[in-house]
């Protein structure tokens, strides 16, 4: 995994909640295979191969994605660990980003993460 250098913006995305707005084949609490997460994961690395120096992209997802290829050095794919799901995850990284001062921006519109 790529490690991430100072750049101006983070963003830290909810994967589930991106492919469920991006693919209407996943219904409403339907987790997404390896395939959509490997389909997701292909469009953002397009977006963030767009803005190379300008944002670091975090994707959160609940689980493994399977084999992601190369990445490019401003995209990170993070996956939850049992007990833990793609939710918590994506808390624990505003968090730390938080805590470490680097300004980040959350892309969700889950409800109980929001509030």
């Known amino acids: 995994m790529a490690q991430l250098t100072n750049l101006s913006q983070i963003l830290v995305i909810d994967g589930n909640n991106l492919a469920h707005f991006l693919y209407p084949n996943l219904n409403p609490g339907q987790k997404m295979a390896p395939a959509d997460s490997l389909r997701l994961i292909g469009h953002l690395t397009s977006y963030a191969r ?66």
Do not use: K, M
Request: charged letters at 25%; aromatic letters at 10%.
């Open 50 to 115: 767009q803005f190379n120096q300008a944002i670091e992209v975090e994707l959160c997802l609940d689980r493994f994605p399977g084999e992601t290829g190369a990445l490019p050095n401003n995209l990170r794919v993070l996956w939850a660990h049992y007990p833990q799901n793609g939710d918590d995850l994506l808390i624990d990284r505003f968090w730390f980003h938080h805590i470490s001062r680097h300004p980040c921006l959350v892309i969700t519109n889950d409800e109980d993460i929001l509030e």
